[in-house]
């Protein structure tokens, strides 16, 4: 059993804890001790490695999916050598265009490349859902991503234990409002195609189409059953 750390340089104090935790509940996990950045080159290496995350905030990070701040280690230990604890899959997003494939945790999306509006047909389950959509671009998050870009785009939050996605566009001109829908979403370029991101990286551009759906592969993520709204609640302020 190996402990993987992922973490800034502040928190070196906090790591020999962190391996004697892990090592007490004979549990092999991903510790993620920072901000969303941190969370999700972790969740990345716990897909591809099939190993739980705990995340622990750090600074002014927010993270809807850490249980506590690195001030709160020692109460969280105590948690979970006392068993309160399970493990929780949270979905991937696969992307595929007529020429590659992308993944993503929270988000994948898409932007103009040029002055001018995009133009496309999204379309649900290979249902026509809008036709000509004139935007920005567009969002499909999982429901730990609808707490990040999808929120600040204007989107819905969704329940963490959902089951759908959200399509959130991107300064429409007109009433396409977001939907949230189980299943795929599909995007049409009318023209100029599209530059695609994920969870904030650039990628390749787009000239076609753009599929979106869920992962055949999850991130497990350590949850100390703090309910989601309770986390909310603090990640607002109220």
Not at 99 to 113: A, D, T
């Amino acid at each position: 059993m190996a402990a993987t750390i992922f973490s800034n340089k502040k928190h070196k104090s906090i790591k020999p804890a962190i391996v004697k935790l892990l090592k007490s509940v004979k549990l092999d996990a991903i510790v993620a001790v920072g901000g969303d950045g941190t969370f999700l080159r972790a969740f990345r290496e716990g897909a591809r490695t099939n190993k739980p995350v705990l995340c622990i905030r750090s600074g002014n990070s927010k993270g809807v999916l850490a249980e506590g701040g690195a001030s709160e280690f020692e109460k969280m230990a105590q948690k979970i050598k006392a068993g309160g604890f399970s493990i929780i899959k949270y979905p991937m997003l696969e992307g595929r265009t007529e020429k590659q494939r992308l993944s993503g945790f929270n988000e994948i999306g898409f932007f103009r490349r040029t002055e001018e509006a995009l133009r496309f047909d999204l379309f649900v389950n290979n249902v026509l859902f809008y036709e000509n959509v004139v935007a920005d671009g567009g969002i499909i998050a999982t429901p730990a991503g609808s707490t990040a870009y999808n929120i600040s785009s204007g989107g819905p939050v969704l329940d963490l234990a959902s089951q759908s996605l959200v399509f959130t566009p991107l300064n429409p001109h007109g009433l396409n409002k977001p939907v949230v829908f189980e299943g795929s979403a599909k995007i049409v370029f009318k023209r100029h195609g599209a530059q695609a991101f994920a969870d904030g990286k650039k990628l390749p551009a787009v000239k076609r189409y753009l599929e979106i759906f869920k992962s055949g592969k999850s991130a497990k993520v350590i949850s100390l059953k703090t309910p989601f709204y309770t986390k909310w609640r603090r990640i607002v302020g109220i």
